[in-house]
């Protein structure tokens, strides 16, 4: 399959509506990461998605509206506070997970009876939802467990030959997924981190945090996921104190580094420190990485509090099962520790 690759031009977005009115996918930009849309009512594009990704059809997608209207039409049960929070913070990064009508195939929502539904702020997938009039299933456009893609090129890296048409709408502001929550007896339960903080829904209702289980009830909750192909390993020490040879080691730093000569390649999320610009350049930094032929990739932590929930639960689920990376002083050995 030929891709394209095209500028949001007019004639553009009106390609990219035609394709998807035809049930084609089509790799389209939000304000958290690029998203590879179809339409959410037809589930012949759906699976469309699923073969391109090679996702398995037991994780469920989320589904972006074109105006508030659709919330009505294809979710039921709503909460007043769903009414708070859509009113103050859509568009938007927030994702609610909400019983659904039948309107909604059980592909979307891999059989759940219930449907994870968000509005996008990006302009582009916007009008592109707006002029096609139905919800887009848009996951992000890249094959699944691998890394969000968070520019135009990265897609092309992850999906050409596969999908008909990429729009470049320029790199993401957020650089991570949204927050998906479920509205409970007046509370929220946060059940994946984002660019919306817990600090953030605290100021509507009382906000719990709960471990998914082994069957995603919403989308990212795999426990490996978001991944390079690169071994990536979370440090739990300092590492001015210690050698590494032998290896190709990369680091991804959360500040500038006390002895960046000592690793093969270094990323820097943020310099001065600042959460929002680190998750912003998260996951393009760890493509960077990904593609500098190393052996290993160390990733600083960053301090957990606001962004920094999310950004630690990604790299802990791009670490996968061995979470956390030790070094015994003196040998200048490497061992794991697992989960």
Known sequence: MKT???DPTPSAIAHAVALLAHGEPVALPTETV?????????PDAMLKIFEAKERPLFDPLIVHLPDLSWLDRITQNRDPLVEQLTEKLWPGPLTFVLQKHEIIPDLATSGLQ??????????????VCIKLGKPLAAPSANRFGRISPTAAEHVWAELQ???????????????????IVAVENGRIRILRAGPITP????????????????QPEAPGQLK???APRTPLKILD????????TGKQVGLLAWQSPTHPDRFSAVEILSPSGDLREAAATLFAKM????????DLILAEPVPETGLGIAMMDRLRKAAGRTNSFSMTHGRNCISTMSQ
Not at 237 to 244: A, C, D, H, K, M
Not at 287 to 294: G, I
């Open 4 to 6: 394209e690759f095209l």
């Open 34 to 42: 690029y998203g590879l849309a179809a339409d959410a009512t037809n």
């Open 114 to 127: 219930t449907v994870a539904v968000r509005m996008s702020a990006h302009p582009v997938f916007n009008e």
């Open 161 to 179: 030959g596969r999908i008909p048409l990429i729009l470049d709408g320029g790199p993401t502001s957020h650089g991570i997924e949204s927050t």
């Open 199 to 214: 600090e953030q829904l605290s100021e509507f209702a009382e906000v719990i945090t709960q471990a998914s289980g082994d």
């Open 224 to 226: 490996s996921h978001y």
């Open 237 to 244: 020490f300092q590492i001015s104190s210690f050698e590494l």
């Open 287 to 294: 493509r960077h990485l990904d593609e500098a032929h190393l």
